[in-house]
Nanobody
C-alpha cells in the first residue's frame, strides 16, 4: 500500500506557472505508475497526465499537452506536475494517483491509490 500527499497548489494569474508535488510513503514508490487527475466544480474528475514506473513514458490529455510536464524522482518518492501557461479552465482540485500495473492509464478506475487533492485556482 502507498499513501500519497499532494502539495503546491494555490492561486495564480492566467499565464503563470505552478509546480505540484505528490509525496509517497509506504511500499516502494518505484513499483507504481503514477497519474495526475483533476476535478473542477460541477464536473467529473478527468485525466491530466501519467508516467510509467521508470519515467520513460509519459502521456497527457490534449487539453494540457505542451503546457504541463509530469516527472518523477523515485529516490525521493515524489511525482511532479509542472504547469505552465495556466488558463482559468485549469482551475480544479488536482489529485495524484498510483497504479500497480505499469502502463499508460487514463481512467481513474485504473488507479489503486489516491491522494487528498490540492486546489489550483487560475484567475483571469
Amino acid at each position: 500500500q502507498v499513501q500519497l500527499v499532494e502539495s503546491g497548489g494555490g492561486l495564480v494569474q492566467a499565464g503563470g506557472s505552478l509546480r505540484l508535488s505528490c509525496a509517497a510513503s509506504g511500499r516502494a514508490f518505484s513499483s507504481y505508475a503514477m497519474g495526475w487527475f483533476r476535478q473542477a466544480p460541477g464536473k467529473e474528475r478527468e485525466f491530466v497526465a501519467t508516467i510509467t514506473r521508470s519515467g520513460s513514458i509519459t502521456y497527457y490529455a490534449d487539453s494540457v499537452k505542451g503546457r504541463f510536464t509530469i516527472s518523477r524522482d523515485n529516490a525521493k518518492k515524489t511525482v511532479f506536475l509542472q504547469m505552465n501557461s495556466l488558463k482559468p479552465e485549469d482551475t480544479a482540485v488536482y489529485y495524484c494517483a498510483a497504479r500497480i500495473y505499469d502502463a499508460i492509464g487514463v481512467r481513474d478506475s485504473e488507479y489503486n491509490y489516491w491522494g487528498q487533492g490540492t486546489q489550483v485556482t487560475v484567475s483571469s
